[in-house]
């Protein structure tokens, strides 16, 4: 960017309960990166940050963003409490947990009352990288260069995929 082309705050905010959860989180951060879409990330906890977490979710509107990806492990009551908090529509990214390999973060993400809703992805990697695109397809109604740049990573996807298995 010149230095008259200020780079574009950020439209989708990443956030997760710990540093541990970088490992998966960083997919929806490449997904987005790769799809030109501004985004930022933070570590947000729901139980050991839970100031952090109400300061961000209130803010996040007013500070532009207009998607939040929110991923956690075990007791996974970020996307949930970062929902309640926002308008925005928030995406829940289950990260997998040693004990119970993510289906305690699915269930714990997925199964929110009636009225606050989180877009639940599927545990882990996959999770997070169709978090991203999803990010991207909510964005891409009102930006039309963004939908051009999802079709061509469709198709360069679907052209990437080999006839034959061997
Ligand atoms: C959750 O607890 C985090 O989202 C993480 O997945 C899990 C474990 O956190 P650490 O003990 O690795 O910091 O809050």
């Known amino acids: 960017m010149s230095i008259d082309t200020p780079e574009p705050g950020p439209l989708v905010g990443i956030i997760m309960g710990s540093r541990s959860d970088w490992e998966t989180m960083r997919h929806a951060a490449e997904t987005?990166?790769?799809?030109?879409?501004?985004?930022?990330?933070?570590?947000?906890?729901?139980?050991r940050t839970p100031d952090r977490l109400v300061e961000y979710a209130r803010s996040a509107r007013g500070r532009g963003l207009q998607v939040i990806i929110a991923g956690a492990g075990g007791a996974a009551h970020l996307p949930g409490m970062a929902a309640a908090m926002t308008p925005l529509p928030v995406l829940g990214v289950p990260v997998e947990s040693h004990a119970l390999k993510g289906m305690d973060s699915l269930l714990s993400i997925v199964q929110m009352p009636g009225g606050v809703p989180v877009g639940t992805l599927a545990i882990g990697r996959a999770g997070a990288i169709n978090a991203?695109?999803?990010?991207?397809?909510?964005?891409?109604?009102?930006?039309?260069?963004?939908?051009?740049?999802?079709?061509?990573?469709?198709?360069?996807?679907t052209a990437g995929v080999p006839e034959t298995p061997a």
Not at 32 to 47: D, F, N, Q, R, Y
Not at 143 to 150: E, G, I, M, T, Y
Request: proline share 5%; aromatic share 2%; hydrophobic share 50%.
């Open 32 to 47: 987005l990166e790769k799809l030109g879409v501004p985004h930022e990330t933070k570590v947000v906890s729901a139980h």
């Open 132 to 157: 991203g695109l999803l990010a991207a397809s909510i964005l891409a109604l009102a930006d039309p260069a963004l939908a051009r740049r999802l079709d061509e990573w469709r198709a360069a996807q």
